[in-house]
């Protein structure tokens, strides 16, 4: 049984319909028309325990208002869900005491007091006795390294700083799973790596289960062994990291540089992205054309320079978002 089972979970929202002008303005009012916007739709999953998955999708797609359902803030209009054995909609306090959010566009701390000061707050929200609290203090402060600026008011901290407080606040009350929303959004990429290393420490030192939405995908290539994909309220991959790659990543980019032009033409398994004639770059599909094939209709003698990649991440995803509209 997994930490986190979703079972045909479905949400629906009635949206007030504007039509342009004062007049449709003041007929909206006076007679107002609605429509019924489908936000999750039929959704399944099963998280165990300890994982680290990556819940992405385009914007509108679901995630958040699958994310509200999950932590108890929306009821579903059909469907079942289990968060640690408990149901979000009849025991949300409960739950509460279990799980941890952070947000990283969303304050949850008092930005005129101290990163140390959030804490003990929240160990009192949480009802865990003061000893208890100042042993996981400084626990994490030395796992977060926040010695530098634990006392210094939350509102003089960078956001990288700020960031790894958030997450700390998060784990005053050791839940067993934390939701975490964009948390490197606007971080500079040293700072990204910083945090991405403190999550994967977290995940190892206290076998926490990370829910992560985000749109960077260095987040999702560098933390989540698996993703899942959710677009128009559907789920429309659920899979490890090395299947996703595996599947999708049978496409190879050549670029090279040329000594003469070449004029080159699509062919079967070989398009032509870019042709600036000394330089190209093809996508080559490798179930039909291998590498070697493509370097022959070039000319090796022709070459200078050649460099061989994988299809990025970020367009494997792009493409399977376009799949599943």
Request: proline share 4%; glycine share 6%.
């Amino acid at each position: 049984m997994g930490i986190i089972e979703v079972k045909k979970l479905s949400k629906t929202f009635k949206v007030k319909i504007k039509e342009k002008g004062l007049k449709g303005s003041i007929k909206s009012i006076i007679k107002p028309k609605y429509k019924t916007i489908s936000a999750v739709n039929d959704v399944n999953f099963e998280i165990e325990k300890g994982e680290i998955i990556a819940f992405i999708g385009p914007n509108g797609a679901g995630k958040s208002t699958t994310i509200k359902m999950l932590t108890g803030i929306l009821y579903p209009d059909a469907g079942s869900i289990k968060v640690l054995d408990i149901d979000p909609i009849k025991d949300r306090k409960k739950l509460a005491y279990q799980i941890g959010t952070v947000f990283g566009q969303k304050e949850q701390l008092w930005t005129h007091l101290t990163p140390y000061d959030n804490f003990k707050f929240f160990g009192a929200i949480y009802d865990i006795p003061e000893s208890r609290v100042e042993k996981k203090i400084d626990e994490l402060r030395e796992l977060f390294e926040l010695d530098e600026f634990i006392n210094t008011p939350v509102r003089n901290l960078s956001l990288g700083q700020r960031i790894r407080c958030e997450i700390v606040a998060s784990l005053i009350h050791e839940p067993k799973v934390l939701f975490l929303d964009e948390p490197t959004i606007g971080l500079d990429p040293v700072v990204k790596e910083n945090i991405r290393s403190l999550i994967k420490r977290m995940n190892k030192e206290y076998k926490t289960t990370i829910f992560l939405t985000s749109h960077d995908v260095g987040d999702i290539e560098k933390l989540c062994k698996r993703v899942i994909i959710i677009n128009n309220g559907m789920v429309v991959l659920d899979d490890t990291m090395d299947n996703l790659k595996y599947h999708y990543l049978n496409k190879k980019i050549v670029e090279v540089k040329t000594k003469e032009k070449v004029n080159l033409d699509d062919t079967d398994g070989i398009t032509v992205l870019k042709d600036k004639g000394y330089n190209l770059k093809l996508e080559v599909d490798i179930t039909k054309k291998s590498v070697t094939d493509a370097i022959k209709l070039l000319n090796p003698d022709n070459i200078i320079d050649i460099n061989i990649s994988n299809i990025p991440l970020e367009d494997i995803i792009s493409s399977i978002y376009k799949e599943g509209i």
